[in-house]
């Protein structure tokens, strides 16, 4: 169009120019179409494969081929031979030029390429702006006026004026309407991916309202079938796999439930503005959509596909392998809702379109910002199920307990057992067990024996210089060993400068003296934990991920003070790297119920950015192997310490210091005394809720090895009860339901890496949308996702409507308006009927983003039901059909094409939802993993599940994508592998073998009956009297009866397999 | 001009054999950029990665400072385990004319070494297993890209089209990052490999028909008789003619692959030549999918890769099994034995059929290995400079390019990239790596990315 525009401003002076005939040539004939067809890739603005074409001395020299003209040689030029379509097929992408124009730039060639003197024009860089104005789709969408149109009896919808009037441009009439049968078997696999039932064509066949048709389309759209098949066109743009690929093939927890919330949507027909919201910002939405059903947040599971990337397997270097990962993010999330490739600008400034290397930067600040992580999809009223009463339950045992336990006297004397071994690692022997900790009690059983009067104080002096020189040690080795404490998560403030999500975690750190219920067995609690923060003080069902401000590694060393259970880990997330777990990515996997240092070695990381995070299993972003089943798992936290020494901080706690206070005793008599004074003064301390650390511990240590009552058997009955109730309310706390998404952390700007080098890091650029649509600022302390959303999601936006009414018209019409549907850029295609496109944008917008609405307009519309027959005259001038002269035949999608296979074989289980099948397999797999039913649980492809590394090889042959980036326009091959699956995969075998025992069950009284039968199930239509003949024919055998033949299973079994092998069972038409 | 589907609208005999006999080159071998060197490539490759200190680079100055610690600065490595300069347990001599040092551990392969264009300063970018795989295969450490063989197929097309054009003998495990890697990427999905079973009973996925040929000739006239009555009442598509055109290929396919598996016409003398008769069933096994890939050749299949099979001792490895993170004696000794004989069978029996000019032999792992220990006896990944060699066609002989440090860590000579590795090997088969695009997402692609320039060093004039 610009460049239209500009010709025209030249060309008044360029006739001037023109001398000679042969110039006068150029001018009219030639320059025109350079400039019209040419020199928007060839020209100032760019110059593909190094060629410009817009003066003689630029044809000359010519781009990496060589010279573009040989003056007087039309058949050795090169631009001669790309117009004709003999080598690189010019215009790219395009039909080729009319053949007047072909002639004339070789008539030009033969006569030595003449070109006016001119000065060339010294094109001065435009601005991004500048070059937006001048590209079509980022004009604003403005509803244009229906054309003029001579036929008045066609048209039922505006979609078919515009159609139209550019038939009737074409002096083009449209094909005549398909039959009712073709209509009913193209609308039905359009809409719900399957095959008309024979009755549904009856009912439409016998139908004479004239709304007949309208009635069907509405059926279908009701249909649960409709979400099915167009989540799976969605999850073509999202890159949609259940694993994460590269060594290992990770699993990628749950994100099946990203499938079923995309069927529910689409079903429900959310609007599509709404869709893009959750799709970035889900987790951030004021008002999120809940599902009252499934008793869920429905937006939270939008983020899902944010996880959807490939990663790299215990990468060394980890800032390469985010690189990898947000530029896969921004290269889905702008192919999917904007058409844009932007991510061919990590390296440099978009070479065709108005988007900067800057831009890039900008939205990669955007998701870094982001963390990778498992999110809890229940709504708050599911998850905290019986909060209230169980706190209720827990202060009144407190106080029971307190009462119960100043009232003991325990054993001082008693024998603890060893406590239990770790487990062991695979293939290691179990470790030998160690001896029972005695701690504050250590003191007592060297003493108790000790004659009272002299000796004892001797040894109670020796004792008390033991122990005190060992805590000094310990003081020292702290103070020396140059620890800076970082956070100490039981206080307020650091607390509040983490990132926590989970229903298990407090609002506040919680102050010593807290326990948690055990569920089940004879003890009450566990222990009473030091002030910290824990996950699991109503229930470790809970969840809670905890995770520290981004920070920059600097030492060699980072410690913990933690403890859990249950498959709880804590670990230092490197780059954001989701899934390391050891090793060069420290992580340590919480199984001791005792708050303990724990060292993380950061040496080999220092100098990147990183978090610490702790998680209950079920929230860890990679699964254990086997975690447990009954969703229970725990974490506490308590202090992180930087430091550069290779052992952690000493604990400087002793349980055993209460017992210095005060007078030596002179007894062990007495010794005992001391001891349950101080247990009382604990108690007190509790009561009160001031425990000092030594207090806790001594507490703890009592409590933990029953030397207070903890065993439900010595509880009175009042206080049993409690624990019952606690117990059974407990039980009844749901597992939160996980799901992939994204968590909150330190939103940062990135700094764009020089030459898409991350090696090089320039200046940070700000979080913020594309420049050439008004650089939206995105620098919200929460990321920026949420601006993000709204960016994309605005009607002003000139691309998210046209792109996706584009897909919509793509996967109705087998071809966008763009056909080119992921690439709205300069090297995309451009619309074929622009004025439609920004129709249906804008009417997309006005119907409040209904993709329903969209759908039905278009397929209600008489361009949709079009037979697939050519006139003569349009197989003549359009035959690529881009008028849509006829409906365009398309081949069965891989998922249809099995789909239909178990619907007509009546196979089909029509279950909604839930976890993947596991594929089944013939051939080598990496790593082989699980082999699933051969007949995929007899469900439909979409809830096939999908490994990155070990795809469904009888979908692949069919091109289903692989999920590595948007494919919103798959490939639609056509090879003999397609005809070995449908001769010989054992699937399509078995599928015929059922269908023959399901026909001879119940089908047919004669061989012809059902023949005709079959046919009709198989392609929507009755067999014709030829088909039957030849059927009859191929079914007879000599010396058979009808009896015979419809008792023979094998017989059946051949002419199921036959028909899914006729080429009318793969093509719709 | 007419249209492939005009003339298949006046083929009057319908759809028939003969209908498209005569159109079968259409879709055949494609013209190169320049006059080929080459037909075919068969790429022997190291899964897990070879030990080049202790194979091909031999370096002295291990042995001297044995268990000190590297005088030049360490990567960060995968395990992060890293110990002193570790001697290689094999000793080294000269072979051949060309006076090539080999290795004790490849005796075979050292007596061809006349034959051999070894490269020294090979490099590559990544440093895991997945992504080292991916790159060397595609030119991008991730899923998504179309393997060197689907690009040479896209390019060149095949010559035989009852075969695939680009064939992965599966005898061994599927490297570490999947099947993917050997996709054709965004290319059109007929460029992807096909995987052949040699040890399987249906050596090709689908390719064994269910029932007698007679019942499936019947079955499938019964089909194509349906097609021809469906195309005629609709006016159909061309896209449905070529589907139909497809049974016919698919059918002689069911023939040829089992025709290719058939090696009961191979000599005695040639099984032995390549270990078939080994006692250790890896070595008999390699050496199989050897010969078939001789056999792959002789029919015009342009790629084919071959893969390793993974160590009893270690099943854990099937996906890597050079990668000795420890025990590096052991099981580098046991996975030579397994390829060191087939492989110089290999290049034996080209020659001696004329078919080694014609082809050639790509000898390489995805990375090299540590001149350091890794804990007490192992290597760790170096991507940093390694070995590979070449053989065949249009290729140096008894040639050795570039070289490491004194310690075999780094490439200091003539250090090479994958990207340089497939733009020589698309030079050999007449192909300008340069103009071998395909658009994909609003770019146009190349095997050799941005980078990439043909090594006329190891050409021979």
Not at chain 1, 10 to 26: D, I, K, V
Not at chain 1, 302 to 312: I, K
Not at chain 1, 882 to 909: F, K, M, P, Y
Not at chain 2, 357 to 382: M, Y
Request: proline share 7%; hydrophobic share 40%.
């Amino acid at each position: 169009m610009f460049v239209r525009a500009l010709f025209s401003l030249l060309l008044p002076a360029a006739y001037a120019a023109a001398q000679t005939p042969e110039l006068e040539h150029f001018e009219k004939s030639v320059r025109p179409v350079l400039a019209r067809s040419c020199q928007g890739c060839h020209g100032a603005k760019l110059e593909h494969a190094g060629l410009r074409l817009d003066s003689r001395a630029a044809l000359l020299k010519g781009g990496v081929s060589g010279p573009a003209v040989a003056p007087g040689d039309p058949q050795n030029s090169l631009l001669v031979q790309a117009i004709r379509h003999q080598r690189s097929k010019m215009p790219l992408g395009g039909s080729p030029l009319p053949a007047d124009q072909i002639q004339a730039i070789e008539q030009w060639v033969k006569n030595g390429a003449p070109w006016p003197q001119e000065a060339s024009a010294a094109a001065t860089p435009k601005s991004i702006r500048e070059r937006a104005r001048e590209y079509w789709a980022l004009q604003p969408v403005a509803k244009p006026s229906l054309p003029p149109v001579v036929r008045r009896d066609w048209a039922r919808t505006p979609v078919d004026t515009f159609i139209l009037a550019a038939l009737e441009k074409a002096r083009l009439a449209p094909a005549p309407a398909a039959d009712r049968a073709t209509l009913l078997r193209r609308v039905t696999f359009d809409l719900t991916g399957l095959p008309p039932k024979p009755e549904e064509l009856l009912a439409f066949e016998k139908d004479p309202a004239a709304d007949a048709f309208s009635k069907v389309v509405d059926r279908l759209l009701r249909s649960p079938r409709f979400g099915e098949h167009w989540a799976r066109h969605w999850m073509d743009l999202v890159r949609y796999a259940e694993s994460h690929g590269s060594q290992g093939d990770f699993d990628l927890p749950y994100a099946w439930r990203y499938r079923d919330y995309l069927i529910r949507a689409l079903n429900q027909d959310v609007p599509y503005d709404q869709l893009i919201r959750e799709h970035l910002a889900g987790d951030l939405l004021a008002n999120p959509r809940r599902n009252a059903e499934e008793q869920i947040n429905e937006s939270m599971l939008g983020t899902a596909h944010l996880r959807m990337v490939e990663y790299g397997y215990v990468p060394v270097d980890a800032l390469d392998d985010q690189f990898k990962v947000v530029d896969n993010q921004i290269d889905v999330i702008s192919k999917a809702f904007q058409g844009l490739t932007v991510s061919c600008a990590r390296c440099h400034d978009h070479k065709f379109d108005p988007i900067t290397q800057k831009d890039f930067y900008a939205l990669y600040g955007v998701l870094a910002s982001s963390r990778h992580g498992q999110v809890v999809i229940d709504t708050p009223e599911h998850l905290n199920r019986h909060r209230d009463e169980l706190t209720g339950l827990r202060t009144s045992l407190r106080g029971e307990l307190a009462r119960l336990w100043r009232a003991a006297k325990p054993d001082l004397s008693a024998e603890l057992p060893p406590p239990p071994p770790p487990p062991a690692a695979p293939g290691k022997p179990p470790a030998e067990p160690s001896k029972p900790d005695y701690g504050p009690l250590q003191l007592w059983r060297e003493l108790k024996n000790t004659a009272a009067g002299e000796p004892f104080r001797a040894a109670w002096q020796q004792a008390v210089e033991k122990v005190q020189t060992e805590l000094a040690a310990r003081r020292e080795f702290n103070t020396k060993g140059r620890f800076r404490q970082i956070w100490n998560l039981a206080q307020p403030t650091d607390y509040a400068a983490w990132f926590r999500s989970g229903n298990g975690l407090p609002a506040q750190p919680t102050a010593a003296g807290e326990f948690a219920i055990v569920a089940e067995g004879d003890r009450i609690v566990n222990g009473i934990y030091p002030a910290g923060v824990y996950s699991h003080l109503l229930s470790a069902k809970h969840s809670g991920v905890l995770q520290s401000p981004r920070f920059r590694i600097d030492t060699d060393s980072i410690s913990i003070r933690a403890l859990g259970g249950n498959l709880a880990w804590a670990r230092v997330v490197v780059e954001n790297y989701a899934l390391g777990n050891g090793g060069i990515f420290p992580a340590v996997t919480l199984g001791d119920d005792t708050m303990r240092w724990l060292r993380f070695d950061t040496k080999y990381r220092r100098g990147a950015h990183a978090y610490i995070e702790f998680a209950v299993c079920e929230d860890r972003a990679r699964l254990a192997g086997n975690g447990p089943t009954d969703g229970r798992s725990h974490f506490g936290a308590a202090e992180v310490v930087f430091h550069d020494g290779a052992a952690p901080p000493k604990e400087e706690t002793s349980a055993v210091s209460l017992l210095l206070e005060g007078p030596a005793p002179e007894s062990a008599a007495q010794l005992s005394e001391h001891y349950l004074a101080a247990l009382r003064r604990c108690l007190d301390a509790w009561e009160a809720g001031r425990l000092t650390p030594a207090e806790t511990a001594f507490l703890d240590f009592f409590v933990r090895n029953g030397l207070l009552p903890n065993s439900r058997k010595l509880l009175p009955a009042s206080t049993e009860a409690l624990v019952s109730r606690y117990r059974a309310l407990e039980a009844e706390v749901p597992v939160p339901r996980r799901a992939p998404g994204t968590l909150a952390g330190t939103a940062f700007d990135q700094p764009l890496f020089v030459r898409g080098n991350h090696m090089q890091p320039g200046p940070p650029v700000p979080r913020r949308y594309l420049e050439v649509l008004g650089s939206p600022d995105c620098n919200s302390p929460r990321s920026g996702r949420l601006e993000l959303a709204e960016a994309i999601a605005s009607p002003a936006n000139p691309l998210t409507a046209r792109v996706m009414v584009n897909r919509i018209w793509h996967h109705l019409f087998g071809r966008g308006i763009v056909r080119t549907v992921d690439n709205f850029g300069r090297n995309g295609e451009k619309p074929t009927h622009p004025e439609l496109l920004d129709y249906l944008a804008a009417r997309f917008v006005e119907e409040r983003w209904s993709i329903k609405a969209m759908i039905r307009l278009l397929v209600t519309s008489s361009v949709y039901q079009l037979s697939a027959q050519p006139s003569a005259a349009a197989a003549q001038t359009d035959s690529g059909n881009i008028l849509l002269q006829h409906a365009r035949w398309r081949r069965l999608t891989a998922e249809s094409l099995r789909d239909s296979i178990l619907a007509v074989t009546g196979d089909l289980d029509a279950k909604l939802y839930g976890p993947g099948i596991d594929v089944y397999y013939t051939g080598k797999t990496e790593g082989g993993g699980k082999v699933g039913p051969l007949d995929g649980a007899r469900r439909r492809s979409v809830y096939q599940r999908i490994k990155r590394n070990a795809q469904n090889p009888l979908l692949e042959v069919f091109d289903a994508p692989k999920p590595t980036s948007t494919r919103g326009q798959r490939d639609s091959t056509n090879v003999p592998a397609q005809s070995l699956a449908l001769l010989n995969d054992p699937f399509v075998i078995e599928q015929a073998e059922r269908w023959a025992d399901r026909v001879m069950a119940d089908g047919g009284t004669s061989v012809r009956d059902r023949v005709e039968r079959m046919f009709l199930r198989a392609l929507g239509r009755p067999a014709t009297a030829t088909e039957v003949r030849a059927s009859l024919s191929y079914l007879a055998a000599p010396g058979r009866t009808d009896a015979e033949l419809l008792a023979q299973r094998d017989l059946w079994r051949d002419f199921a397999h036959s028909l899914f092998n006729l080429k009318e069972f793969l093509y719709l038409r | 001009m007419l249209s492939r589907r005009d003339l298949l609208r006046r083929a009057s005999t319908g759809f028939g054999l003969t209908a498209f006999a005569g159109l079968a080159a259409e879709d055949a071998a494609k013209p190169p950029h320049f006059p080929p060197k080459i037909k075919s490539v068969i790429f022997c490759f190291m899964s897990g990665g070879v030990s080049h200190v202790d194979s091909f680079d031999p370096k002295p100055r291990l042995t001297r400072d044995a268990g000190k610690p590297m005088p030049m600065p360490v990567k960060p490595t995968m395990f992060n385990d890293v110990k002193g300069i570790m001697p290689s347990p094999w000793s080294f001599k000269n072979h051949g004319q060309c006076g090539m040092p080999v290795s004790e551990l490849f005796p075979h392969m050292a007596a061809r070494a006349d034959d051999l264009c070894l490269i020294r300063s090979m490099t590559s970018t990544a440093n895991e297993h997945a992504q080292g795989n991916f790159f060397l295969h595609t030119g991008q450490p991730f899923l998504g890209f179309p393997n060197a063989g689907a690009w040479i197929n896209y390019g060149l097309g095949s010559e035989n089209r009852n075969l695939p054009g680009f064939v992965v003998l599966a005898s061994g495990g599927v490297p570490l990052g999947g099947i993917g890697m050997y996709g054709s990427g965004f290319l059109p999905a007929e460029h992807q490999a096909s995987l052949l079973y040699p040890e399987a009973a249906e050596p090709l996925q689908n390719i064994k028909p269910k029932e007698a040929d007679r019942e499936q000739q019947r079955r499938l006239a019964f089909i194509r008789s349906m097609d021809q009555q469906f195309t005629v009442r609709t006016g159909a598509d061309a896209q449905v003619e070529t589907a139909i055109r497809n049974y016919e290929t698919a059918y002689r396919m069911q023939t040829a692959v089992p025709e290719l598996m058939e090696l009961r016409g191979e000599s005695e003398a040639t099984r032995k030549l390549y270990g078939m008769d080994s006692p250790n069933a890896n070595t008999a096994a390699y050496g199989k999918q050897c010969l078939l890939a001789r056999r792959l050749v002789e029919r015009g299949v342009r790629f084919i890769e071959l893969t390793c099979l993974m160590r009893p001792a270690d099943p854990g490895q099937s996906g890597n099994p050079w990668d000795q993170h420890s025990v590096l004696r052991e099981g580098h000794t046991e996975m030579a034995l397994q390829v060191d004989q087939p492989i110089a069978g290999l290049i034996t029996d080209l020659k001696a059929r004329g078919l080694f000019e014609q082809t050639l032999i790509i000898w390489a792992g995805e990375f090299g290995r540590t001149p350091f220990a890794q804990g007490a006896n192992g290597r760790d990944h170096n991507p940093f400079g390694f070995s590979i060699w070449l053989a065949g066609g249009g290729v140096k002989r008894g040639f050795i390019y570039g070289q490491t440090d004194e310690f075999g860590y780094y490439a200091v000579e003539n250090s090479m990239t994958v990207y340089d590795l497939w733009a020589t090997v698309l030079h050999l088969l007449g192909v300008d790596h340069e103009r071998l695009t395909y658009r994909f997402s609003g770019r146009d692609y190349r095997l050799s990315d941005v980078h990439g320039r043909v090594i006329r060093d190891l050409l021979r004039a």
